[in-house]
């Protein structure tokens, strides 16, 4: 069974592999929505550490709160391609504006497609 997992600021569907005494251990098979770039507790700021958020890597585990995961009803795709429409739909929201909060977003994100690049040989 799958199970949708907000973590951090992104959302991931992801597999129960096991229990640990602190919550139950999943890992990573698709991205949802990729995480937000920037200081979390200073919104659309840029004159602040400005945080770049890679996502979860493929297979990668995470111990997590049972009450976190919910059921995921829909198909699986594949960890690239979900990675992908995740950058670009994130892409499409930080290039709707343009305020300096969205160029420093969108100046992070494209680091971050160069890494995505560079691992997974994503073409964007």
């Keep these: 069974m ?14 129960k592999t096991g229990e640990h005494p602190n919550g139950v251990l999943v890992q990573v098979l698709a991205v949802v929505h990729h995480p937000k770039q920037g200081d979390l507790h200073a919104p659309g700021e840029t004159d602040v550490f400005f945080h770049e958020r890679k996502a979860l890597a493929y297979k990668e585990k995470r111990i997590v709160h049972p009450n976190l995961l919910k059921p995921h009803d829909g198909e699986l ?48």
């Design 77 to 124: 795709p594949d960890y690239n391609v979900s990675l992908k429409e995740a950058v670009g739909r994130l892409e499409d929201k930080l290039t709707a504006e343009n305020t300096p909060y969205h160029q420093q977003a969108l100046a992070a994100l494209n680091n971050l497609k160069e890494e995505y690049r560079h691992y997974y040989h994503i073409i964007f």
């Design 2 to 15: 799958y199970y949708q997992l907000p973590f951090k600021t992104g959302r991931y569907i992801v597999e």
